[in-house]
Nanobody, 120 residues
Framework: QVQLVESGGGLAQPGGSLTLSCVAS????????MGWYRQAPGNQREFVTY???????HYAESVRGRFTVSSDNAKNTVFLQMNSLKPEDTAVYYC??????????????WGQGTQVTVSS
């Protein structure tokens, strides 16, 4: 079973920066992708970004140019560098991983979420 542990959330001022980290542990054959979603109060969870082991990256339009996703494949870790933060970036950020599971097939696992608050 795959587990994810997130860290790095907190409070930032508008225009500021935060970095989130997410470490995956457990047994699996390979990683398809790791990434991030977020959910603001009263909203549905929305896609933010993902990265593949081949370093293919995709971003939501709302964060493109401000957020950067990166990974350390050897440590099964994904990072989210968030710059030029806006109040509308306030949300709980959830890490996820898509793997080729030991039990067979593709599995998605979610982290517990970390709060990011952007406010002056």
């Amino acid at each position: 079973q795959v587990q994810l542990v997130e860290s790095g959330g907190g409070l930032a001022q508008p225009g500021g920066s935060l970095t989130l980290s997410c470490v995956a542990s457990g047994r699996f054959f390979s990683i398809y992708a790791m990434g991030w979603y977020r959910q603001a109060p009263g909203n549905q969870r929305e896609f933010v970004t993902y990265i593949t082991p081949e370093e293919e990256r995709h971003y939501a339009e709302s964060v493109r140019g401000r957020f950067t996703v990166s990974s350390d494949n050897a440590k099964n870790t994904v990072f989210l560098q968030m710059n030029s933060l806006k109040p509308e970036d306030t949300a709980v950020y959830y890490c996820y991983i898509d793997v080729d599971a030991i039990s067979g097939g593709r599995e998605t696992t979610w982290g517990q979420g970390t709060q990011v608050t952007v406010s002056s």
